[in-house]
């Protein structure tokens, strides 16, 4: 039978001075299956180790209990000791009889006898352990970026500068993201274009990264280190390996009155195109449903115009496979819906815009050329209302949380309008300023101070046009009466949400959601990176809703937890992982419900001639991080964990 | 003249054993069930069931018990045999059928190796039968050769009095003799009519039975897959049939201590006969079914002489599926025909 | 009484086999050593426990001409012989039997005897056949034909290679194609075929055989064209046991209980009993 | 037409037609009153099948029978709601496919049968989101009711009693259409985590053992109820958990195919009150 | 005067919150009752209804249940499964006369060692007061003995 040593620890005087250690030694001793009991002054030191692996060696012990300190402490230094004497690691368990025992009892006569009872029943324990062995799971050393905005560009070329490849995938014609539509950024007011075209062309030419745009992830397969993945590169009708950008093409495209969605419908693209001058690839798009060569088959102007000949009519959508070792998903946000706001009249009256119409309204690249001109009849507005919380922190609109970046984007708006229209006027209505953030609040304070923002807090409870004005009706709370303001514009700062198909994206790759759509992080105070799928990690908006710093910041810590799981060809992991008895499982499929990391996939078992005989549970030990959960949930008792196995929790029960 | 026990003495008569040294059982209906239990009094008895549902067997082969108390020590175990009781028992009121059925196991509990769990009880039990005058749809006693007055496996049989106020007494064995000598100042002797015992129709020709059974091309006919198409495989009918003696040995118990158990274990289960390698002699419902068909009416009767089967009827009153002994029978009567 | 087992102790244990073990039990008390040498022939089984697990059926492995102690062989599976072949010397298990019938090895005197097995049930053979070896001169020749999926997976390695060695005893060892190592000197392929190329003349031969069911199929099929007469044959049958006294119900063949008429049958008996109940 | 006649006739069609292989009806019992499982193959067989107010078996029970649904051939069944709610469960548990069962629903109402519409597990959905929104049997929470309001000592010894009954048969287990697992936890020896002797211990955690695997997937059909051969009380037990899965979780066990597992699930703002 | 009764609780914890929370307990040398014996799981998500049920059999008269916070579980969620599985058997547990103050439910952080403390105390206090479990074990006991027939 079992041969197991039992190392009783005084701890100094702290252990020994509440429990009888030579009773326990003597009970212990007398327990069917302990080869021998010793104690010791301190059994993590030196000598005591060398005491245990002694023991080991001599009485060919098959277990090791050792009765010390929570095993949170000396856990790690005793299995390797038991390593070092050539018995397997995990055949070893600590008895809690100081943190948990001589700490906290003040009678010596009882906390022997827990001491005892404690000590018993991890004997009985680690009569059924079994010997475990790291796993180690191979890692392809390419990463995949699903998203190329700013945090996926950022993480992108931090992990390229490291050595490592990566693909980035955009979904848009052009990598860029938001931050290309916005004019300036707080609380610095620099050029967002101007930082970051160098990023997006540096990711370009960065022999380490292949940026896939105008491509969409279809399908992720497989586990940390060994992600299989299905982009589909939707067809361009474009030759990316000869077209030089020349746009030729775009200029002679007879279907010009294209809302641009860049622009959010205040300027017009062809039915050929590049969202926006400065796009990389600098390679336009042919939008089949306006062209007219779709259409009809007519036209085809542009593939005349082509000097080169890189128009491609016939191309097709590709799918391409590609094998990867983590993926950073920084897939972004998008603008609420401000039409669900039909109090302040948005899409009824022209002028009233969301907080990116008016980052396009203020970019110098932008439809009016950085004039700041009313989208109705393109004059110069004298009055502005900025309406902040405008769809965030609103249950009824089904948004509770607040977007983070409205506060400081609108005193942004206030200031650049502040800027370009000197006597004009601003009406800030606001429920709280929240500014916190490196120069966030001094940035605030010179938005009122310098550019005499006119915040008022309160609600607007209504909004109507009345002789070629906005009237915007609320109440100043901090006066408490009641506000009037004949508005020429009106800009909502409109909450941040999850993309629109973020539920669905977040399924196809194997993620967990909250319930407006954003992705799940590990822990939200210690795994703030990670997903609670090894191997994906999040970055920027798709998380929460973050500013640019927030989402960079993200973005590089994603790249460096990345770089940490490439710095091995293998990774290691904790045997601690669940596994399903083929036999028995009756493929109900609740543990893989169940399970938070997707762990659990179907595996069918098929006889001699491959007939599919069933299909039942099948454990992946690269997901699989160790919790149990499935194993309570399995009615047949057909999933166990190792470490932690039914026989071996019975026995500790069953000893006590 | 015969002796007569009359109805309204039946407290004294109980009082009378029990000052003896005798535990009387009786069927009680309680807590939803009917079953024999020991009882004090006569107004807790309800002798006007067909049939309890539970089975005598259970007071001679109980669903579980203890046979030995083991405690592991370090170098040693210490075991403790448990042996039954041998208490003195009078179950009042019993089933022709259920008292056959004890009669019907004692050489199977016999054979070669006693087994004493069984006799020891056996041994001081005296079985009072009461001969039915009523019968349900399920009583098949008179298809398998015995009857509702039927003295098989009885020490004393009392027949039910036509006047209805209580029973012709008759000592069958030198133990049912001897349990009227307490109660001899009750009985009283009287020419009283016996009420016309209950009548029960033949079901199905166990004869015809017995020799298709026998025939070893029967063994693998479709017969068996139709007719039990429907059982669910629980063991309902074999743990309410008063013959029905297959039992698994359990260890129990915690790390040290425990007690290995005999309990009550059913062909219906697969795991009854399921090898550890995964083989399964009898891995389907109709291997099952067959097989208790004919342990019951073609092996046992080869081994001891007697069909396995006493006619109670539980195994179909019971089923889940209206299942039954009665219903497979009748098909083979009739395939036979 | 007859549900009690006697307690044992192991003397030693040997690895025989990738998950088979033999254990070599002494008995702790003498009256229970005592009735095991009046009652134990060859042939016979008993149940092997560990309090708090159960009871596991095998047959005693050791010839009825060595009887100071059991030996008992078996592949680790269940929850009893899980912790069996944990047990170590000095442990306590306990033992219930001898139980069942036997070889009648008084009847196989003055003839040749022929033993086949395969795989893990070379245990029961090998009671008979070093009940017969330790009175050889009782018996004409003896020749073994044992057969395994792979070389590892043969059982008594020691044993086997004293067989080869000795003149009075033929060993014709085979293993599974596929299953034999590089350094294999000896046959590949199925026990019915290697049979039929080495078998002795029937005449005046008894027949022992014991294997998994496939094996004892195709085997009896090979020794009817060699011209063996069934009941010339015999074989051990076993079947899931919880009593093996002939109470519990569970290991009967047709009518016949492995427990009390068997385990030990002739072919003629077995292909009596309806085979699909085996 | 009556229904019985409706339906044998379409179970004709269906058998001739080859669209299914078998119809899973009920047909005369050993008694007048009783009504049993019966397996018909052929159009002519179709005369056997009877549908009156004693019909009240679950028979999806038997569409779990070991190799029936292997050959992606249909089977036709006749079931009332809560049995259509049991086919639901098996699809979601990927026991069965749903679409290979052709439904002949009914209900019965004070003794009278009256057809249901519809032929797949799905085009029950009305029927069933009628059945939730009825809510669970009035009857049986008068009865657990009555358990409630007792002391939980006198409740212990209420259900010690009627679990010393059991004798382990497990007629509850065969006759449930949930109780599907190739290996039943009781029959789990490594560790033996369930007594499986059928003392009042051993009874006693079986039958909660068994109570909880129902939780959120009972569907209140009665089958173990009616099967238990010693007439424990099964139904309030498992009625006490369809109330706290409703009542905790609004979760109605069966709604529809798609429905996951009520414990392999939750919700962040699932209640906890009485957590420390 | 008989002596006081001194209850058996068994602790059925995750490793990560309240394993460490009662470590803190020690660290922090606060004192509890010696009543409770800890057994460590990963996670409560691991924690199985069998358990609780073996822990009354072998003479328990209170089990406690204790993991991570909601939102605080190391293995994201764990705890929220383990919520719904005490829900229901806590209820059905309820139902069939084990009193709910012999099974407790809380959550306690790696922080919260002056919880566990406090914690401890009552339900030993409270557990003496209500008596040994004596219904459950004597199911225990009845075993022991003969059949009853």
Known sequence: MAKIGVFVCHCGENIASMVDTANLVAAISEHPGVEICLEYKYFCSDPGQETVKRAVREHNLTGVVVAACSPRMHEQTFRKACAEAGLNPYMLELANIREQCSWVHTDKEEATEKAIEITRSLVEKVKRNNKLYPISVPVTRRAMVIGGGIAGIQAALDIASAGREVVLVEREPSIGGHMSQISETFPTLDCSQCILTPRMVEAVQHPNITVMTYSEVEEVDGYIGNFTVKVRRKARYVRMETCTGCGDCIQKCPVKKIPSEFECGLGNRSAIYTPFAQAVPNVPVIDRSRCTYFKNGKCAICKKTCQIDSIDFDQQDTIETIEVGAIVVATGFQVQNTSLYGEYGYGRYKDVITGLHFERLASASGPTAGKILRPSDGKQPETVVFIQCAGSRDVSKGVRYCSKICCMYTAKHAMLYAHKVHDGDTKIFYMDIRAAGKGYDEFTRRAIEEDHAGYVRGRVSKLYEENGKLIVRGVDMLLGRPVEVAADMVVLATAMVPQPDAKEFAKIIGIGYDEYGFFNEAHLKLRPVETATAGIYLAGACQSPKDIPDSVSQASAAAAKILGLFSREHLEREPVVATVSDSTCAGCWGCATACPYNAIDQRDITDRNGNVIKRVASVNPGLCQGCGTCVSFCRSNSIDLAGFTEKQIFAEVMAL | ?337 | MIYNPFPMRVVSKREEAPGVRTLKLEFVRQEDHEFFKANYRTGMFGLYGIFGEGESTFCVASPETRKDYIECTFRQSGRVTTTLADADAGDIVTFRGPYGNRFPIEGFEGKNLLFIAGGIALPPTRSVIWSCLDQREKYGNVTIVYGARTVADLVYKHELEEWKHRDDVNLVLTVDPGGETPDWQDHVGFVPSILEKVAPSADNTIAVLCGPPIMIKFTLNALGKLGFNESNVYTTLENRMKCGVGKCGRCNVGSVYICKEGPVFTAAEVSAMPQCDL | MGIQEQYRSEAAGLLSSGAVKLVIGFGEGSTVERRRPVFVRTPAETERLVLDGGCVANLSTYLLTEGLLSDGKSVAVFLKPDGIRSINILAAEAQLNPEQVVIFGFDIEEGQVRALEGRKASDFAPVIGVAKAAGLSAELQKEAELLDQISAAERFEYWKDQFSKCIKCYACRQVCPMCYCRRCIVDVNQPQWVNTSSHTLGNFEWNIVRAFHLAGRCVACGGCDRSCPVNIPLRLINHRMAKEVLDAFDYYAGECAEQKPVLATFRQDDPETFIL | MSEPFEPKIVAFVCTYCTYAGADLAGTSRMKYASNVRIVRLPCTGRISPMFILKALQKGADAVLVSGCHPGDCHFAQGNYHARRRWTVFRALLSFTGIPEQRIRFSWISAAEGAKFTELINNLTEDIRKLGPFEQYHELQTVIETQATY
């Open chain 2, 1 to 337: 003249m015969t002796r007569i026990l009359p109805k309204n003495r039946l407290d004294d008569c109980i009082a009378a054993w029990r000052s003896a040294g005798f535990s009387v059982l009786a069927p009680v209906r309680r807590s939803d069930l009917s079953r024999f239990e020991e009882v004090e009094r006569s107004e807790d008895m309800a002798l006007d069931l067909v049939l309890t549902e539970r089975t005598i067997k259970d007071h001679f082969f109980p669903q579980t018990e203890p046979l030995i108390k083991y405690s592991i020590k370090k170098h040693d175990i210490d075991t403790q045999e448990m042996v039954p009781p041998e208490r003195k028992r009078v179950f009042f009121g019993v089933r022709p059928c259920d008292a056959s059925g004890l009669a019907i196991d004692d050489p199977l509990f016999g054979w070669d190796y006693r087994d004493e769990y069984w006799f020891k009880r056996r041994d001081n039990a005296v079985i009072v039968t009461i001969a039915c005058t009523t019968s349900d749809d399920f009583c098949m006693c008179s298809s398998v050769n015995l009857s509702p007055d039927s003295t098989k496996g009885s020490d004393v049989m009392l027949r039910p009095l036509q006047n209805g106020s209580g029973w012709q007494v008759e000592a069958l064995s030198d133990r049912g003799n001897a349990l009227l000598g307490p109660i001899s100042s009750i009985l009283k002797e009287g020419s009283d009519a016996t009420a016309s015992t209950a009548s029960v129709p033949v079901r199905f020709d166990v004869d015809k039975v017995m020799a298709w059974l026998a025939d070893p091309a029967s063994f693998e006919s479709h017969f068996w897959k139709e007719i039990s198409v429907r059982c669910i495989g629980c063991g309902s009918c074999t743990f309410l049939c008063p013959t029905c003696h297959c039992f698994d040995i359990q260890d129990e118990g915690d790390t040290y201590t425990g007690i290995r158990r005999k309990n009550w274990d059913s062909c219906s289960f697969p795991m009854f006969t399921m090898h550890t390698s995964g083989h399964n002699p009898r891995n389907t419902q109709s291997t099952r079914w067959r097989q208790r068909i004919m342990h019951k009416f073609n092996y046992y009767r080869g081994k001891f002489g007697v069909n396995s089967c006493s006619g109670c009827g539980r195994c179909t009153r019971q089923c889940p599926v209206d299942m039954g002994i009665t219903e497979t029978l009748q098909a083979i009567t009739n395939l036979t025909k």
